[in-house]
């Protein structure tokens, strides 16, 4: 499954696509200082993608 499906705010999802990450998957091996040391991706990007990021895995 990709980010696309996500429903992220368009700053969130350019900034992960730009650090090359494209599947969900991806996301879950990443810590939260991993994914905050990536340009432009701030705390709310963070609160954000974890919150989406809950919705997905609860989907499935």
Known sequence: MTIDSMDLSVRAHHTLKR???????Q??????????????FNQKCLEEVKMKFMRE???S
Not at 19 to 25: E, F, L, Q, T, V
């Open 27 to 40: 996301l879950r091996n990443m810590s939260d200082k991993e994914l905050l040391s990536i340009k432009n």
């Open 19 to 25: 650090a090359g990450i494209i599947h969900i998957s």
């Open 57 to 59: 895995v609860n989907k």
